[in-house]
């Protein structure tokens, strides 16, 4: 495995637009409360995030974990769609409970190709930012709403206006679970 540092944001765009035959394993936001979470196996689709989704990537230095691999089929996900989600987890005072479904939601998503931010700025509640590559097969697709349905606070798939709206935005279930610690 070898690590890359980058001191920006813009470099690590740079890189990861110029890069192919390798497998990403981890992206690491350098001396922040932050942390970025991802299932993205190329650079290609870590590329198509930071330029989609900018606010996904706060401003920083990185480290970035990769391997080398020459049998990557860089065509093999449509990186135009992408579901936005949001979720929670706070933690009851005085009791070991966890509000939100920020657990079960990273979890579920790990058969989906995701990139997560998650900020850890105050120790009652974090805040989870979440871009997903919807899935072209349609059980797949539905799979993914059902996940996002009962484990998210809010989410929205494109509709192909660039923007989230009433017509393509709904509320989760995520803030009715509950996660004993």
Do not use: H
């Not at 890189?15 to 690491?28: F, H, P, R």
């Not at 290609?44 to 990557?72: C, H």
């Not at 939601?105 to 900020?119: A, P, Q």
């Not at 072209?136 to 539905?142: D, G, S």
């Amino acid at each position: 495995m070898k690590t890359k540092k980058f001191n920006s944001k813009e470099k690590l765009k740079q890189w990861a637009k110029t890069t192919a035959g390798v497998v990403l394993t981890s992206i690491t936001l350098m001396n922040s409360v932050q942390s970025i979470e991802f299932n993205f196996p190329t650079t290609k689709a870590l590329s198509t995030v930071m330029e989609n989704a900018p606010t996904t990537f706060p401003e920083g230095e990185y480290k970035v974990s990769f391997s080398n691999s020459d049998d990557i089929e860089l065509d093999d996900l449509d990186y135009s769609k992408m579901a936005m989600v949001m979720s929670i987890e706070a933690k009851l005072a005085n009791r070991d409970i966890l509000i939100g479904g920020l657990q079960p939601l990273m979890r579920e998503l790990n058969e989906f190709t995701y990139c997560c931010t998650i900020d850890r700025t105050n120790a009652a509640y974090y805040i989870a930012s979440i871009w997903v590559v919807e899935p072209t097969e349609p059980e797949e697709l539905k799979s993914l709403e059902s996940v996002l349905e009962q484990y998210s606070v809010f989410y929205a798939f494109n509709d192909g206006s660039g923007f989230v709206t009433l017509n393509n935005a709904r509320m989760g279930k995520g803030i009715s679970q509950f996660v004993e610690i």
